[in-house]
């Protein structure tokens, strides 16, 4: 089968002896490579999650009685702040109690409230 393939092409054998890796320097490239690809993660990945993940705590350690707040698409504003969950109060006086982590938006409690007139 090789030496059918080796005489319907024969440019293949060429290019085949041509692609070998030297053993010279190939560690150090392998390196660099990595090096590389790390530095991309860092920029690319970690460093804009990290800077994520910092705003949103501190956006949940500013949460205070009053503020309403998205969890998990649920909205309502707070009525008790726990050490690890948040009350919060829903429509009609419904209660429920929500992981701190959970939370995705504060909006102060002191901003005016729209109703949309109907």
């Given amino acids: 089968m090789k030496k059918i393939f080796l005489f319907l092409f024969p440019a293949a054998a060429v290019f085949a002896q041509e692609a070998a890796p030297s053993p010279a320097g190939g560690i150090s490239q392998t390196l660099i490579m ?7 993660f860092y920029f690319i990945l970690w460093r804009p999650e990290q800077k994520r993940r910092k705003e949103g705590e501190k956006m949940r350690a500013g949460l205070k009685k009053g503020d309403k707040v998205t969890a998990m698409g649920i909205v309502g504003r707070v009525d008790r702040i726990q050490d690890q969950t ?6 009609e006086g419904a209660k429920i109690e929500v992981l701190k982590a959970a939370i995705t938006d504060v909006q102060s409690g002191s901003e005016v409230e729209v109703t949309p007139e109907a």
């Fill in 34 to 40: 990595v090096g590389i690809a790390l530095v991309f």
């Fill in 86 to 91: 948040v009350v919060l109060r829903m429509v």
